[in-house]
């Protein structure tokens, strides 16, 4: 199995400051999709990313997809408590199967 | 207002007692899945549908068995439930057509306790 390691596990800041979340893999995906979840919630889709090198901007968050297609970051500048929640990354390996990282725990304290 | 929905949402049950989880859409997707989630190993996938009466394994499908008779309905089947079975499970559906670049949506989903 195709395996997604997300980095860092954990991030805690306040209120303002700047993140990057990475996503990376020695296997090539055809897709990438960014979700993120709230406690007692599924997740729920933020972006997809299909071409290497593609960047998508959703308000303060800046997605990225590698070059090579095997790795992806998820920026968000300015963060606000709403957006606390847990962001996954997940792989597309064909147009049925979608590996997942671990995720990504996000706390923004006001 | 599209939504997939999962029942029951709490279950708590005992070692080989067979179960059944359902899920619903409203969307008239055609591809359906079913995920687990576990503390320090992230969301897999357990099996998933294409259409009626086609479906596939995932990553994670020993003890599990699903059915797809209506496109609306995908049910998750424990025939002999055990405690490595205590989890999250999600059900997910989305259109088939445009791959996984389509939205797939995940439903509340269901926290399973096996004793």
């Known amino acids: 199995t195709q395996l997604l390691e997300q980095s860092p596990q954990f991030l805690s800041i306040q209120e303002g400051e700047n993140l990057t979340v990475y996503c990376n893999s020695s296997s090539v995906f055809s897709s990438l999709q960014w979700y993120r979840q709230e406690p007692g919630e599924g997740p729920v889709l933020l972006v997809t990313v299909v071409t290497g090198g593609e960047v998508k901007k959703l308000k303060r968050l800046t997605f990225q997809f590698g070059d090579a297609r095997k790795d992806s970051s998820l920026h968000i500048t300015a963060a606000q408590p709403g957006d606390t929640g847990l962001y996954l990354c997940?792989?597309?390996?064909?147009?049925?199967?979608?590996?997942f990282g671990k995720g990504t725990l996000l706390t923004v304290n006001p | 207002e599209a939504q997939v929905t999962q029942n029951p949402r709490y279950l708590i049950t005992v070692t080989g007692k067979k179960l059944t989880v359902t899920c619903s859409q409203n969307m008239n997707h055609e591809y359906m899945s079913w995920y687990r989630q576990d503390p320090g190993l992230g969301l897999r996938q357990i099996y998933y549908?294409?259409?009626?009466?086609?479906?596939d394994k995932g990553d994670v499908p020993e003890g599990y068995k699903v059915s797809r008779k209506e496109k609306r309905n995908f049910p998750l089947i424990l025939e002999s439930p055990s405690p490595n079975q205590t989890s999250l499970y999600f059900c997910?559906?989305?259109?088939?057509?445009?791959?996984?670049?389509?939205?797939?949506?995940f439903g509340p989903g269901t926290r399973l306790l096996v004793l």
């Open positions: 997910a559906s989305r259109p088939l057509a445009g791959g996984l670049q389509e939205t797939q949506y």
């Open positions: 549908s294409m259409n009626v009466e086609v479906t």
């Open positions: 997940a792989g597309g390996r064909s147009n049925y199967k979608l590996t």
